[in-house]
Nanobody, 126 residues
Framework: QVQLVESGGGLVQAGDSLRLSCAGS????????MGWFRQAPGKEREFVAS????????YYADSVKGRCTISRDNVVNTVYLQMNSLKPEDTAVYFC???????????????????WGQGTQVTVSS
């Protein structure tokens, strides 16, 4: 199991950028697929992006493709989500997720089996 702490959320205007960070504990961080999910008020949690253990493969939801970039630094046990051209519909609590994967190239995260952070609020005003 890995403990996750998100940071970097805030209140921004439409068109602005934000970079979210998620710090993970434990020496096994590099064995986990890492991802970001979000949950808007009254809606279900939805997938945003994920990145493989090796940092080579990434996968994005269509709603953020071209505007967001996920990356990770296994030396400092941190995964990032750079969000550009933010829209009001991006407003949500953003959660970091981690799931062990024996493959260095897999990007899939099962919400039922992942470890989760506490979330960070992102609010985009129009």
């Amino acid at each position: 199991q890995v403990q996750l702490v998100e940071s970097g959320g805030g209140l921004v205007q439409a068109g602005d950028s934000l970079r979210l960070s998620c710090a993970g504990s434990g020496r096994s961080f590099s064995t986990y697929v890492m991802g970001w999910f979000r949950q808007a008020p009254g809606k279900e949690r939805e997938f945003v992006a994920s990145i493989s253990r090796s940092n080579g493969n990434t996968y994005y939801a269509d709603s953020v493709k071209g505007r967001c970039t996920i990356s990770r630094d296994n030396v400092v046990n941190t995964v990032y989500l750079q969000m550009n051209s933010l829209k009001p519909e991006d407003t949500a609590v953003y959660f970091c997720a981690a799931q062990y994967n024996p493959s260095p190239w897999g990007t899939r995260i099962s919400t039922e089996n992942a470890d989760w952070g506490q979330g960070t609020q992102v609010t985009v005003s129009s």
